[in-house]
């Protein structure tokens, strides 16, 4: 199983970078997490829906083909943790490569989330793009130790 998270915005803060390093560098050898970013497009005047169009054929060309798509999306579906560690086996086990996909500022292409095979929330709140993506790594290394029978979580 390959497990890619695919974000628009290519530059996080350092703070954001410093934490996403740290958990990339825990995973496990035989379980890596691939961050790809694509480029935003330019806000000059374009009616959204072009922009997102834009961006959507970015994050298409950026995935993996043929994988399980998640459309990170305020709308989308509660996910526990423990939920995500059950999902995370089931494709580990299934070999279901997965595309994580954050949005950018505009969020996603409507097509797009609909397309996706589930979309998820994070949060009821709304998290600025940077801690975004550091929650997402630090929630897939939790559910990780937990299928790992890891130490860092602890129930």
């Given amino acids: 199983m390959k497990l890619q998270i695919v974000a628009v915005g290519l530059k996080l803060p350092d703070w954001a970078q ?9 995973f496990a050898p035989d379980f890596r997490v691939e961050v790809k970013t694509v480029r935003a497009e330019v806000r000059t005047g374009k009616p959204v829906s072009v922009l997102l169009q834009a961006e959507r054929e970015r994050l298409e ?11 990170l999306d305020e ?3 509660n996910l526990s ?30 097509g797009l989330k609909q397309a996706a095979h589930e979309r998820i929330r994070l949060s009821d709140l709304t998290l600025p793009h ?7 790594l630090e929630q897939l290394y939790r559910a990780w130790s937990i299928n790992a029978h890891h ?3 602890r129930a």
């Fill in 61 to 71: 060309s950026a995935m993996h083909k043929g994988c399980r798509v998640l459309a």
């Fill in 81 to 110: 943790t423990q939920g995500l560690a059950d999902r995370l086996l089931a494709w580990q086990q299934e070999g279901t490569d997965v595309a994580w996909l954050i949005g950018g500022a505009d969020g996603l292409d409507p």
């Fill in 75 to 77: 709308r989308g579906s």
């Fill in 130 to 136: 940077a801690l975004v993506r550091v929650l997402l």
């Fill in 151 to 153: 130490p860092y979580h």
């Fill in 18 to 26: 410093t934490a996403c390093d740290e958990y990339l560098k825990r």
